[in-house]
């Protein structure tokens, strides 16, 4: 789904139509149908519309609307730069709300009525969890401001089919290496938590074993 409607389909039928003498923002406003058809074909098969699906919708209806009445191509190739800004102050907004969008999207990814949505969503009672998330949360939102302030430089410093071609691969580029930051950081904090679990039962331990009995009685022998 994702090599034929959003990187290998959109950047081939961009190269045939501007082969066949069309215009590039033709070309970019029909090549830009097929990742729009393939969030339409995961919401008819999930039968649902996720957020995300809404904000790359978003952004590739407002590149097309710039593309058709300015004519400019490269105001058509900074609808990507859209959902990812659109993202990243949702992720920083919500900092202020009781559970910040990252925990919500993973909730919602998990099923919240899956074994693992319910753990997840069990686990949201511990501190260490909550500060856990809130921080991946922070990273992804500066991550995704970055992606989008980089996506603007290609556009204003490339030729068309380059920042095509680059706003193709660079959300997989930035989606991939956070995720793998967060499953090293997640994994971390698991470990962490675990230690200090375990460092806290010793201390109980210890603290029951030398509290729990009464001193014998002078004289007495064991």
């Known amino acids: ?5 959003d990187l290998g389909g959109p950047l081939l039928a961009y190269g045939l139509l501007r082969s066949a003498g ?21 919401a ?13 919708l978003a952004g590739l209806v407002v590149g097309t609307v ?8 490269r105001l058509y190739l900074l609808d990507g730069s859209v959902p990812s800004a659109l993202f990243a102050v949702g992720c ?27 753990d ?10 909550r500060r856990a998330f809130r921080i991946i949360t ?9 992606e989008a302030a980089v996506r603007v430089v290609i556009v204003e410093t490339t030729s068309t089919g380059i920042a095509l071609l680059c706003s193709k691969l660079l959300p997989y580029v930035f989606v991939l290496s956070l995720s793998a930051w967060t499953l090293v950081y997640g994994e ?6 675990e230690r200090d679990a375990t460092a806290s039962q010793g201390t109980t331990t210890i603290m029951s074993t030398t509290t729990g009995a009464p001193p014998a009685p002078p004289g007495h022998r064991a």
């Open 44 to 56: 008819m098969v999930d039968r649902r519309l996720d957020v995300l699906g809404v904000v790359v």
């Open 66 to 73: 710039l593309g058709l009445t300015t004519h400019n191509a």
């Open 1 to 5: 789904m994702i090599i034929v409607f």
């Open 188 to 193: 971390h904090e698991k470990k962490k938590a």
């Open 92 to 118: 920083l907004l919500s900092l202020r709300l009781r559970q910040p969008l990252i925990f919500r999207l993973a909730v919602e990814i998990l099923g919240p009525d899956t074994p693992k949505g319910r």
């Open 22 to 42: 069309m215009s590039a923002v033709a070309a970019l406003v029909i090549s830009g149908v097929l990742p729009a058809l393939g969030i339409a074909m995961g």
């Open 120 to 129: 997840v969503i069990a686990a949201w009672r511990y501190p260490g969890f």
């Open 138 to 146: 922070v990273v992804w939102g500066a991550g995704y401001l970055v």
